[in-house]
């Protein structure tokens, strides 16, 4: 992962193609993931941006605990740890 690399742009460099329709612009919340397991100096907290979008995912009205957040948004300091879970990530063809 590179130095202030988003989650969403590192796995499309990995040759993922990972859900969007906003282009990663926290408007559209097609992105969010759900963290499964974090490093354990943990990940920074949300921006005002990225709030404000989690705080209208049908999914986290749900599930307030579940740790949603936006992989066009987050930029994990580090991956060691890190395991999400998100649905219609696949290979790019
Ligand atoms: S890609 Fe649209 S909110 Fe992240």
New binding site residues.
């Given amino acids: 992962m590179h130095d202030g690399e988003t989650l969403?742009a590192a796995a499309e460099r990995s040759g993922y193609r990972w859900p969007?329709?906003?282009?990663?612009?926290?408007?559209?919340?097609?992105?969010?993931v759900r963290i499964v397991g974090a490093a354990p100096d943990g990940l920074p907290p949300p921006a005002a941006p990225e709030a404000d979008?989690l705080a209208t995912l049908p999914d986290r009205k749900l599930h307030p605990d579940a740790g949603f957040r936006?992989?066009?948004?987050l930029r994990p300091a580090a991956v060691d740890g890190l395991v999400v879970h998100k649905k219609g990530v696949r290979p790019a063809r």
């Fill in positions: 969403m969007t329709v906003c282009g990663g612009l926290a408007e559209c919340g097609t992105c969010a979008r936006l992989a066009c948004q």
